[in-house]
């Protein structure tokens, strides 16, 4: 299958984006995926459990330029939670946040705080996916089901990942309503132009000595091959470190670096998450645009905060020579604080933000591609430093 034969996602479609676009945007690459055991088409939905649905949903319109397509509670009958789907692009949150206190996303919310509690993903044959996923020793949370509305069938099951995380298989070529069967299209006001129009990758944390276990879960489970691979000296300061290896789909659309903490001093950025998450989570999402000044530019304006870089890694000589021309002048990235990297690809612009809730779990990373198919691993260093400086100022370093 060439990559102009690859199927776009539903959310793709409606994003109006094509395959030159998501080159750019993701890294897409060539892949023959008729004979994968466990075909997956791309991202579905990130579902978060949350505090506070309502006012994260409003959060995430005004300030993150998302569009709130659909809704589920009381209302439509959901007596359990509220549910809120925005969308940017080919981007869907689902925002869950508990009605009654005997939830499970209370319980969820009460352990881990604001996080992910599903990567959803859509895929052509959920059951083709199980039975692998079953053969392979992996945990199957949910049973293919169907579930069914005025606009039509979704299928669906859900197979567990690392801690309380899970990865809902979804096909939804049958159906043509918001979200899913249970939710009913719902109108919000944007802030202003698209911010990000796809999702990049998911960075998953998990404990000391277990990374290579996910890793063969995502290698034997899902069929992803493995992409990079950075040992403890290639992220590392005078204080910690971090491990981190990655896998994606076979078409890169869908990625996922997997970090576990290195023995340090002092205790990393991971050991940091895994003590305030309470274990295994998502740690940060990547968010791919085509304009990350405007974006940075339009977040700041909005009171988004973002890590700071220090001026002395714009003037390093050895910088200057690694990354040679880019799409803007380095000063206009100095100004945003925004990290640059190439590798024999291309290049890559990329910048993250402070975490995003009371706890310092989950965070967002803006990313702008340019050929490059790497992670920024020249700017690792940089990146932890930035975070140490921000452990210490909250006294958990």
């Given at each position: 299958?060439?990559?102009?034969?690859t199927?776009?996602?539903?959310?793709?479609?409606?994003?109006?984006?094509?395959?030159d676009?998501?080159?750019?945007?993701v890294?897409?690459?060539?892949?023959d995926?008729?004979?994968?055991?466990?075909?997956?088409?791309?991202?579905?939905?990130?579902v978060?459990?949350?505090?506070?649905?309502?006012?994260?949903a409003?959060?995430?319109?005004?300030?993150?330029g998302?569009?709130l397509?659909?809704?589920?509670?009381p209302?439509?009958?959901?007596r359990d939670?509220?549910?809120?789907?925005l969308?940017s692009?080919?981007?869907?949150?689902?925002?869950?946040?508990?009605?009654?206190?005997?939830s499970p996303?209370a319980?969820?919310?009460?352990?881990?705080?604001?996080?992910?509690?599903?990567?959803?993903?859509?895929v052509p044959?959920?059951?083709?996916?199980?039975?692998?996923a079953?053969?392979?020793?992996?945990?199957?949370?949910v049973?293919?089901?169907?579930?069914?509305?005025?606009?039509?069938?979704?299928?669906?099951?859900?197979i567990?990942?690392?801690?309380?995380?899970?990865?809902?298989?979804?096909?939804?070529?049958?159906?043509?309503?918001p979200?899913?069967?249970?939710?009913?299209?719902?109108?919000?006001?944007t802030?202003?132009?698209?911010?990000?129009?796809a999702?990049?990758?998911?960075?998953?944390?998990?404990?000391?000595?277990?990374?290579?276990?996910?890793v063969?879960?995502?290698?034997?489970?899902?069929?992803f091959?493995?992409?990079a691979e950075f040992?403890?000296?290639?992220?590392?300061?005078?204080y910690s470190?971090?491990?981190s290896?990655?896998?994606?789909s076979?078409?890169?659309?869908?990625?996922f670096?997997?970090?576990?903490p290195?023995?340090?001093?002092?205790?990393?950025?991971?050991?940091?998450?895994?003590?305030f998450?309470g274990?295994?989570?998502?740690?940060?999402?990547a968010l791919?645009?085509?304009?990350?000044l405007?974006?940075?530019?339009?977040l700041?304006?909005?009171?988004?905060?973002?890590?700071s870089?220090?001026?002395?890694?714009?003037?390093?000589?050895?910088l200057r020579?690694r990354?040679?021309?880019?799409?803007v002048p380095i000063?206009?990235?100095?100004?945003?604080?925004?990290?640059?990297?190439r590798?024999?690809?291309?290049?890559?612009?990329?910048?993250?933000?402070?975490?995003?809730?009371?706890r310092?779990?989950?965070?967002?990373?803006?990313?702008e591609r340019?050929?490059?198919?790497?992670f920024g691993?020249?700017?690792?260093q940089?990146l932890?430093?930035?975070?140490?400086?921000e452990?210490?100022?909250r006294g958990?370093?």
């Open positions: 299958m060439s990559i102009d034969q199927p776009l996602t539903g959310q793709e479609r409606l994003a109006e984006l094509d395959l676009q998501l080159r750019q945007l890294g897409l690459v060539e892949h995926g008729d004979g994968d055991p466990f075909p997956v088409i791309g991202w579905d939905a990130v978060w459990a949350v505090g506070n649905a309502t006012q994260a409003h959060l995430y319109q005004a300030v993150w998302m569009e397509v659909a809704y589920s509670g209302e439509t009958g959901n939670h509220h549910a809120y789907v969308r692009g080919a981007v869907r949150f689902v925002l869950t946040g508990a009605v009654d206190p005997a996303v319980d969820h919310h009460r352990r881990h705080g604001d996080g992910i509690v599903d990567i959803a993903l859509e044959d959920v059951d083709r996916c199980v039975a692998h079953r053969a392979q020793g992996a945990t199957v949370l049973e293919p089901h169907d579930e069914t509305d005025a606009h039509g069938t979704v299928r669906s099951a859900a567990a990942t690392y801690g309380e995380t899970r990865h809902t298989l979804v096909d939804r070529s049958r159906y043509t309503g979200y899913l069967p249970g939710f009913v299209a719902r109108g919000g006001v802030a202003g132009p698209r911010l990000f129009q999702l990049d990758h998911v960075v998953g944390n998990v404990e000391l000595g277990h990374m290579d276990e996910w063969g879960f995502y290698n034997r489970v899902m069929g091959t493995n992409m040992v403890g000296e290639d992220i590392a300061t005078e470190a971090l491990m290896k990655v896998v994606a076979g078409d890169h659309r869908v990625k670096p997997l970090n576990e290195a023995i340090g001093r002092k205790r990393s950025q991971i050991d940091e998450y895994l003590e998450y274990g295994p989570g998502a740690q940060h999402l791919a645009t085509t304009d990350i405007a974006t940075v530019d339009a700041r304006e909005r009171g988004v905060e973002f890590l870089t220090p001026e002395s890694y714009y003037s390093d000589p050895q020579a990354i040679g021309h880019v799409r000063e206009e990235l100095a100004a945003r604080g925004i990290l640059v990297d590798d024999e690809d291309g290049y890559l612009l990329q910048i993250f933000t402070k975490p995003l809730g009371d310092p779990t989950v965070f967002f990373e803006i990313i340019h050929g490059s198919l790497g691993a020249g700017n690792f940089a932890f430093e930035a975070i140490e400086r452990q210490e100022r958990n370093f």
